[in-house]
Every structure is written in C-alpha cells, then in structure tokens.
C-alpha cells in the first residue's frame, strides 16, 4: 500500500537554525516526490519536487530536499530558517494516473 | 497560465443545511481534478477525484458528494452538513504529475 509518513508532528527552531523535515514513503513503483508548504489558512504552495536525475532538488524560499532511494526517504532542509517560513509542511508522493497520497504534516514553528 | 479558482474562501453553516462550494481551472482542457479536506491538526485526506465530466469517484464513504458538470468546473456539495464535515476544503489540479492547488475553503459547521 503507498503510504507516506512525517515523523515530527510538530518541530520548534530558532530564527536563523538549520533545518531538516523527515519523510520516509512506501510506493510500488519509483514515486515523484514532492514537498508543499501551507500557511495558516491558505492553500498548499509546491515547494520542489523530484521527478529523477539528480537526487538534490531545489526548490522555492531555499528549501532543498534529497532523494534517497536505499531508505525511502525524501527530507527537507533549509540552512537557516526565517520566521516567515513557520508554517504546515507535506510531503506527498504521486505518479502518472495514479493520485496523491500525502504525509499527516509537520508544523514547524519558528522562535525569534 | 493555468489558473484555479475556489470560493468561497470561508463558510460558516448550521448542521443540517446544505452546502455547496465550487471550484473552476483555467487555461487548462480535460484536467483531472480533487477535492480534498483538510481537518484540524491533521493530514489531507482525498474525498473525491474527476478524471472527465460526470467522471466522479469517491475515495471514502462520506456525508458528501461531488459533481463536474462541465469539463473545467468541480462542485463539492451535501444535503445536510454534519459537526464532522468541518475542516478546509481544497480543490485541485494534476498537471502531468504535479498537484496544483486552489487557496481553500475553511468550513465551520455549527
């Protein structure tokens, strides 16, 4: 069964610490991976994604996240963090025809 | 550009009265299209997904329904909204692989 899992429900860092958000997948076949930020009462915004090539994406706001196919996982990362980016973070894992099983989420909150 | 439009941005309904939020894609044909529902302090779950008009399939039995009258317009609706039907509501759209999402709608049944 596809399954994506975020380990941290909820993750507290101070302004201008590194960051690293866990996600860890089960897919039957090579998934797409993708990360998506949402602020308090606002939609979901596409942070990057991994289609394949390079396991090092880049994404929006300086988030990167890296693939790692031996563990399933697919974690993100910024060196350090702003306040602006305290907020609900998904990781969801999808593929052609197929629809989007997403992660429960982690709030990250930030301290100044 | 592809845009997609969801309204209304925040709703508050008494049990028992019917809903119904809309949701339209532009610059786009034939998109597959979600209704998601987000509750508080959890995860998305997917209610229902299009993959044409009158195309609707349900991922969880619910007190919910969905329709696509036309071939970029998804309808969310209930006859009778329930305490449990509260929580945020997101329309979405597949581009290849990637999941687009409209600015969601928050639900509050009372």
């Known amino acids: 069964a596809q399954s994506v899992t975020q380990p941290d429900i909820h993750i507290t860092v101070s302004e201008g610490a590194s960051l690293e958000l866990r996600c860890n997948y089960s897919?039957?076949?090579?998934?797409?991976l993708f990360w998506y930020v949402q602020s308090p009462g606002q939609g979901l915004q596409l942070l990057l994604k991994?289609?394949?090539?390079?396991?090092l994406v880049q994404g929006i706001k300086g988030f990167e996240a890296e693939f790692k196919r031996s563990q399933s996982s697919f974690n993100l990362r910024k060196p350090s963090v702003h306040w602006s980016d305290a907020a609900e973070y998904f990781c969801?894992?999808?593929?052609?025809?197929?629809?989007?099983?997403f992660g429960p989420g982690t709030r990250l909150s930030v301290l100044p | 550009s592809q845009t997609i439009h969801q309204w209304p941005a925040t709703l508050v309904q008494p049990v028992g009265s019917p809903l119904s939020l809309e949701c339209t894609v532009e610059?786009?044909?034939?998109?597959?299209l979600y209704w998601y529902r987000q509750a508080a302090g959890r995860g998305l779950q997917l209610l229902f997904y299009?993959?044409?008009?009158?195309?609707i399939s349900s991922e969880v039995p619910q007190n919910l329904s969905a329709s696509r009258p036309q071939d970029r317009q998804f309808i969310l609706s209930s006859k009778k909204l329930l305490l449990s039907d509260s929580g945020f509501y997101l329309c979405?759209?597949?581009?290849?692989?990637?999941?687009?999402f409209g600015s969601g709608t928050q639900l509050s049944v009372l």
């Open positions: 979405a759209w597949t581009s290849g692989p990637r999941l687009f």
């Open positions: 897919y039957g076949a090579t998934p797409y």
């Open positions: 991994y289609f394949s090539g390079d396991t």
């Open positions: 969801a894992v999808g593929s052609y025809g197929q629809n989007f099983v």
């Open positions: 610059g786009t044909s034939n998109p597959n």
């Open positions: 299009s993959v044409g008009i009158g195309q």
